[in-house]
């Protein structure tokens, strides 16, 4: 049981950053009129994150990374790998993402 702890105290606290913000909808109407709005889309992303659709929040917190990698003081890339975590690091997705993000480190 110990190891499912983890991702459920990531997702909680995903919840609870989540909270503070506007909805999806509003926020993802943000990022379609400015796709350069890295507030929106980091919002957007742990909503989706929040809602389950990881893909999206993955998708999301790469465009935020592509236009500042130490967006809010490092959150995007935290909140990224905490997906990662909530995923598990033997997810397919998990395993291109990283690849991705170590391409964009170096």
């Given at each position: 049981?110990?190891?499912?702890?983890?991702?459920?105290?990531?997702?909680?606290?995903?919840?609870?950053?989540?909270?503070?913000?506007?909805?999806?909808?509003?926020?993802?109407?943000?990022?379609?009129?400015?796709?350069?709005?890295?507030?929106?889309?980091?919002?957007?992303?742990?909503?989706?994150?929040?809602?389950?659709?990881?893909?999206?929040?993955?998708?999301?917190?790469?465009?935020?990374?592509?236009?500042?990698?130490?967006?809010?003081?490092?959150?995007?890339?935290?909140?990224?790998?905490?997906?990662?975590?909530?995923?598990?690091?033997?997810?397919q997705r998990v395993q291109q993402a990283r690849r991705r993000l170590s391409s964009m480190l170096h």
């Amino acid at each position: 049981a110990e190891q499912g702890l983890e991702p459920l105290q990531l997702q909680l606290a995903m919840a609870q950053l989540a909270s503070d913000f506007d909805t999806s909808d509003a926020l993802q109407s943000a990022v379609d009129s400015n796709p350069a709005d890295a507030t929106s889309r980091y919002q957007l992303a742990i909503r989706r994150a929040v809602e389950q659709d990881h893909d999206a929040a993955i998708e999301h917190l790469f465009g935020v990374l592509q236009s500042d990698m130490n967006f809010a003081d490092g959150q995007a890339r935290q909140s990224l790998l905490g997906v990662f975590d909530i995923l598990g690091s033997g997810d397919q997705r998990v395993q291109q993402a990283r690849r991705r993000l170590s391409s964009m480190l170096h």
